[in-house]
């Protein structure tokens, strides 16, 4: 009798809190990159988690950290979509990496492959920076061979059909199954 195949899990989490957002958009497009055996799903919950204060982070955890913390847990690597926001990381992304990198001893995020997508109109090496935390909180930053995707370039009247989206999503989530990712 065969034995079922494995799933692989993959989160992907937008930075973004607009919904019509093209990086909210580009998180959902990567949804229909899903096969036989790879499961990507969509991560909730950004817009509810406070701003990360050590007084609340007790071991009493807040019903919405510990939602986001279950859903990293749940996933075997993550996609990290992030706006440009002045040469940087989204403010929602690094309060929910700042949540998720606690507790420091059981970080969801520790060992975790993790790539990501940069969505602006210029990187400014923003892409450096959110790999800089990524590699602070413990995760295993896998390399992407297009992490940056420019807003002058992609048709951003239809996302989800534009090929150079496509493209860079599909080298993402490729990148996050190869058997030995390659980290930076």
Do not use: C
Not at 90 to 111: E, F, H, M
Not at 116 to 127: T, V
Request: hydrophobic residues 40%.
């Amino acid at each position: 009798m065969p034995q079922p195949q494995a799933v692989h899990r993959t989160l992907v989490l937008s930075g973004s809190l607009r919904t019509g957002s093209i990086t909210t958009q580009i998180a959902h497009a990567a949804l229909a990159h899903a096969r036989s055996g790879h499961e990507i799903v969509l991560g909730t919950g950004l817009d509810t988690l406070p701003l990360f204060n050590e007084d609340l982070d007790t071991d009493r955890v807040l019903p919405q950290v510990g939602s986001l913390r279950a859903q990293v847990h749940a996933a075997d690597s993550l996609l990290v979509v992030s706006p440009v926001n002045n040469a940087s990381i989204s403010a929602v992304l690094k309060n929910a990496l700042d949540w998720l990198s606690r507790p420091r001893d059981d970080s969801p995020l520790t060992a975790k492959p993790v790539t990501s997508l940069m969505i602006g109109y210029r990187s400014h090496g923003a892409e450096h920076h959110l790999n800089a935390v990524l590699r602070a909180t413990g995760a295993a930053v896998v390399t992407s061979p297009l992490p940056m995707l420019g807003l002058r370039t992609i048709d951003q009247r239809d996302i989800s059909r534009d090929p150079r989206v496509n493209t860079a999503v599909d080298h993402a989530l490729n990148s996050l199954l190869r058997p030995d990712p390659v980290t930076a």
